[in-house]
């Protein structure tokens, strides 16, 4: 069994679970910290499950006592329970750190996303960045680790390609390298012992956009049709989203929509492929 104690934040979410399950295979001992201990079922020797809401500074009190690294997952992909951007990825993140702080916590390692700097302009970014930059400046050992977007992420393209057709803005040439869960867990986990600051990382497998789309069409069995739209549409629709709906409405799409309009590269990494990722989505969605 490992001796340094982990506090994992956001356990129950898509990268969460798979480094709580990373976690107590390395055999670490971890406290994990859920909203509703209804949503965990696993149960390990190793494995403290704690209640408790990151939003709530009130409800952290003593959660890091004992711990010498937290892992933090907290942030909002679809927006939910009416939280915004900022309430969740940066001032949830804030009041853990806060309090890893006091308890002499020893390093703070943070998920964020790739190009976070680049694109602060957007909503989830500019909480998100918020937060690195406090981690920064925290004087703890910080990690940042800065993944590719997700194979979940990619599901976008298999709710197209199911109905026979993937729309896209431009030519469709431009490129990314998703990475699966849980390699980046195995990443997340293993920044426990390296001496690393940050680390942006990409799955095994580079696509353009035309490449993505054609696999998910195929995983459906159906012909490939794209259809490729003018830039001007995808621009129209950020600037039209942001003037007439909220940032709950609008920041995941403004996100999607902005960084598909872009090269995404980066360094590869892990043994999941998204072709498989998508068999068993099909397979899942046809039961």
């Known amino acids: 069994m490992k001796t340094k104690r982990i506090l994992l934040a956001g356990g129950t979410g898509y990268l969460g679970a798979y480094v709580l399950q990373e976690l107590l295979a390395q055999g670490y001992p971890t406290r994990a910290v859920v909203r509703n ?134 030519d469709g040439a431009y490129q990314l390298n998703p990475i699966h869960g849980a390699d980046l867990a195995t990443v997340c986990v293993d920044c426990i012992e390296k001496e690393v600051k940050e680390l942006t990382i990409g799955g095994p497998d580079l696509f353009t956009q035309n490449e993505l789309a054609e696999l998910a069409l195929k995983a459906w069995g159906n012909k490939v049709k794209i259809v490729h739209l003018p830039d001007w549409i995808r621009r129209t629709i950020i600037f039209i989203m942001r003037k007439v709906t909220s940032s709950k409405t609008y920041g995941p799409i403004e996100f999607f929509l902005t960084v598909m309009a872009a090269d995404s590269l980066a360094p590869k990494y892990g043994k999941e492929h998204l072709s498989q990722f998508f068999a068993e989505e099909v397979r899942n969605l046809k039961q």
Request: one cysteine or more.
């Open 37 to 170: 201990l209804k949503r965990v079922t696993i149960q390990h020797p190793n494995l403290e499950i704690v209640e408790a809401e990151v939003t709530k500074k009130d409800s952290l009190k003593g959660i890091c006592d004992g711990i010498d690294v937290v892992i933090s997952t907290v942030g909002i992909t679809r927006q939910k329970d009416g939280l915004t951007y900022m309430e969740v990825d940066y001032q949830a993140n804030l009041n853990l750190l806060e309090v890893a702080k006091r308890a002499g916590v020893q390093k703070f390692i943070y998920v964020s996303a790739i190009n976070g700097a680049q694109y602060r302009d957007l909503k989830i970014f500019e909480a998100k960045e918020r937060f690195v930059d406090a981690l920064k400046a925290s004087g703890l050992d910080d990690v940042v680790l800065r993944p590719n977007g997700f194979f979940s992420d990619m599901k976008d393209f298999l709710a197209m390609a199911k109905r026979g057709r993937v729309y896209l803005f431009g």
